[in-house]
């Protein structure tokens, strides 16, 4: 769909320009400060994106997904602009913590709209593409920021915010919440009624829980990965290289395990995705040698692609329409608790030895694995929600239940 289009873009863009979190240390450390300071920011950036990402799932509720997406960008461009000519560790500081706040803000109400535009059995494909906007973005970004951070720190900053703008700017042209209504009967499967509070909600907060865990997993790549490259003496430029390839199947591979994962009961390619994950390690506990450290890059590449847009698609699928923006906040805060406490704990246990990493790893796999099984074996392939929807919404209950939604509809068509 055209709206769709317009969202891919702006994420693309977004995502290509997002430098001053990604490299903040390298932006810190060009402006002198001090090695303890920049742990600090580090910290209190990871802490306060988990709270934007928590945040954006209430804003939401309250504001819809257009004007949370707005809000959240418009603000960004001005924190981020704002960052140039702060000099002192302390306004600078709060400026990164404002920023890292709203950067995450935005991505329950993307991926709400996600969910909106997509047509009926047809979500895989879509978050396979908004994961693919935002793979090729994170390709195509650290080259650019590279080229700016030798060169001007204030321009870096400056195409950031712009991107920020641009992004803003492509929210404004998606339609509201109530042009869009969201159907309850179209993902989800017969005979669930979603809670109304998400606390209440066992099997969602599990998945949640398996999310987390995987993504501690991932980002071991971070943490003790480069280590052992370190110690075994393996030339670094090997390491960009296996990232690179990490990168390029996530863009050249996403459609087509999309394709293949939507023929499956959700649970049987998320908790392949797991095993994938804990098994990537689990080979380094035989040896480091290069054949094996590039299946340990391939398993937890594909683990990757498969889990992203799907966890995406569980949210949707579990929650009502009121309650879409708070399920996909909640996933998103699993997802980034789990990207920002997985290096720290693999760097911890490597100091005690590198075995206790990888058995570590495995364990988690497997645990993860299982509960992806228990809290998603109630749920359809995704293939198949195209066929219930159209029988759901044939039922005398349906009608009558989206008949009011009809309604409002026509209303809010009527007064714009």
């Not at 990537?280 to 040698?289: E, V």
Request: charged letters at 10%; aromatic letters at 10%; hydrophobic letters at 55%.
């Amino acid at each position: 769909p055209a709206s769709m289009r317009v969202l891919l873009a702006g994420i693309f863009v977004n995502r290509a320009g997002g430098f001053t979190i990604s490299f903040l240390a390298l932006i810190l450390a060009i402006r002198h400060y001090p090695t303890g300071e920049i742990g600090v920011a580090l910290v209190l950036s990871a802490v306060c994106g988990i709270a934007g990402t928590s945040a954006g799932g209430v804003l939401v509720s309250w504001l819809g997904s257009r004007w949370t997406l707005f809000l959240a960008m418009t603000a960004s461009a001005v924190f981020t602009a704002a960052l140039i000519p702060a000099r002192s560790f302390q306004a600078a500081i709060v400026i990164i913590c404002l920023i890292s706040v709203v950067n995450r803000a935005y991505l329950p109400a993307s991926a709400t709209t996600v969910a909106r535009l997509s047509p009926p059995g047809e979500r895989v494909q879509m978050y396979a593409l908004y994961q693919l906007s935002l793979n090729t973005g994170a390709v195509i970004g650290p080259a650019i920021a590279g080229f700016l951070l030798t060169r001007s720190l204030t321009a870096l900053l400056l195409i950031d915010a712009a991107t920020s703008v641009c992004f803003a700017l492509a929210g404004l042209r998606l339609p509201a919440d109530a042009q869009v209504p969201l159907a309850e009967s179209q993902d989800a499967p017969p005979r669930r009624q979603p809670p109304s509070r998400i606390r209440d909600d066992w099997k969602y907060l599990l998945f949640c829980v398996a999310v987390g865990l995987v993504f501690v997993i991932y980002r071991q790549s971070s943490g003790p990965l480069p280590l052992i490259f370190k110690a075994h003496h393996y030339n670094l430029e090997l390491l960009g290289y296996l990232f690179s390839g990490s990168a390029i199947a996530g863009i050249v591979l996403t459609m087509p395990l999309s394709h293949l994962a939507r023929r499956f009961p959700l649970w049987v390619p998320l908790a392949a995705s797991a095993l994938l994950f804990g098994g990537a390690y689990i080979l380094l506990l035989f040896d480091f040698s290069l054949p094996f450290l590039i299946a340990n890059f391939a398993m937890w590449t594909i683990g990757d692609i498969i889990l992203c847009p799907l966890g995406m698609l569980v949210a949707s699928m579990m929650s009502a329409p009121r309650t879409q923006g708070a399920y996909q906040s909640a996933y998103s805060v699993a997802f980034t608790a789990g990207v920002a406490s997985g290096p720290s704990i693999g760097v911890f246990l490597y100091s005690a030895g590198a075995s206790f990493v990888w058995w570590g790893a495995g364990l988690l796999g497997v645990m993860a694995a299982g509960m992806f099984f228990v809290s998603l074996r109630h749920l359809p392939r995704p293939d198949s929600a195209a066929g219930s929807s159209a029988k759901g919404c044939c039922s005398p209950a349906a009608t009558a239940q989206q008949a009011p939604d009809r309604a409002g509809h026509d209303r809010s068509v009527a007064a714009n």
